[in-house]
């Protein structure tokens, strides 16, 4: 299998870093000069290396022309233009999978500070654009943003050799493309299966009762509300959600259906197991239930010593580890969704 990257800026550093991250063969087939003309071109060398994906990787300041940037319908014109490629050569070529970017557009046009930016309007068009693709988004302008724009650029190394991105911008760049691309040949994970204690609500349901656990809307007990918003993200685009816990059944049904502060409650549940069973016998008993195998099963558990025996036992099972400070939580379950749950071919359900 093998990976293309395409770019209207130079980005050879970021195809090597690419194929060290991923061991397997990366090309860069197309000069910044022709990315567009080699999309059209059946003939082209992207093409002839017949790639399983392309990554479509586009510097924003050299897409838009500056005569297109003089306002937000001017740009729009143009990206409908470039759109209207990049959709005919994902319909030609629709064995292909097609990774598009976002993009990053810096305020550098000088406009009256009272008239409308057409930058910002420009970027929420595109992505609009490559988003009515159903195509999978590479997020480079969050990148971008995660970085700043003063760690994510190079300006030095953009007027040497156009080459736009630094060091750490190239390595943030790999990294996802290698994600994606783990995910683009990973399975589709359909049922991610939850502990209760110190994943769904903070503390022990045991120990310090229903009044007790760290859970609530508003306060500091909402990192677990928000992990539980991007379950229902999920359970949303169709991955079913289970619980496997050693609570008493009774007790965690009524924290589940009563505390004020679950975003979750019964009916959002496949299935349910909290009992003295072992977790991965109660895995494969929601396996059963639900008519999927043991494969399709990501399993999220606070307790080491369960992940411990869910993996020796259930090897094909994902077990993901939490991390220790629970405010991190939302962006590990993020995280999760994009590497198991990503819809990277369009034919997926």
């Known amino acids: ?73 001017a740009a729009q014109a143009e990206i409908s233009s470039i759109i209207d490629v990049i959709r005919s050569a994902a319909r030609k070529h629709d064995r292909t999978t097609f990774v598009i970017s976002t993009i990053d557009l810096p305020l550098t046009k000088m406009h009256p500070l009272v008239s409308r930016r057409p930058e910002p309007q420009a970027e929420a068009f595109w992505r609009r654009s490559i988003e009515e693709l159903d195509l999978p988004i590479l997020e480079l302008s969050e990148i971008c943003t995660t970085l700043g724009r003063e760690r994510f650029y190079n300006n030095r190394i953009w007027y040497m050799g156009y080459m736009p991105f630094s060091k750490e911008g190239e390595d943030a760049l790999a990294a996802e493309i290698s994600r994606i691309w783990r995910a683009y040949r990973t399975p589709r994970r359909r049922c991610i299966a939850l ?51 050693k609570n008493n059944l009774k007790a965690a049904l009524k924290c589940i259906n009563n505390h004020p502060g679950m975003l979750l409650r019964e009916g959002d549940f496949a299935a349910i197991r909290s009992n003295s069973e072992p977790k991965p016998a109660n895995l494969e008993s929601i396996a059963e239930e639900l008519g999927i195998g043991t494969d399709s099963f990501v399993f999220i558990d606070g307790d080491p010593a369960e992940r411990e025996e869910m993996e020796t036992s259930k090897p094909e099972v994902v077990v993901p580890i939490p991390p220790e400070d629970s405010s991190q939580m939302e962006t590990f379950m993020v995280g999760v969704s994009r590497q198991y749950f990503l819809r990277t071919k369009r034919e997926e359900p």
Not at 195 to 209: A, F, P, R, T, Y
Not at 215 to 239: C, T, Y
């Open 1 to 73: 299998m093998s990976i293309a990257l395409i770019s209207n800026a130079t980005i050879a550093h970021v195809a090597m870093k690419t194929s060290n991250l991923t061991k397997d063969d990366v090309y860069y087939p197309l000069g910044r000069s022709s990315w567009l003309s080699g999309l059209v071109d059946d003939k082209s060398k992207l093409y002839q290396c017949d790639p399983d994906i392309i990554f479509v990787i586009l510097h924003g300041r050299t897409l838009l022309s500056e005569d297109s940037l003089s306002s937000a319908e």
């Open 195 to 245: 502990g209760l204690d110190n994943i769904l609500w903070g503390g022990s349901l045991e120990v310090d009762g229903i009044d007790g656990v760290h859970l609530d809307v508003g306060g500091s007990g909402s990192r677990f509300f928000d992990f539980q918003k991007r379950l229902i993200d999920l359970k949303e685009s169709g991955v079913m959600l289970a619980v496997i816990s």
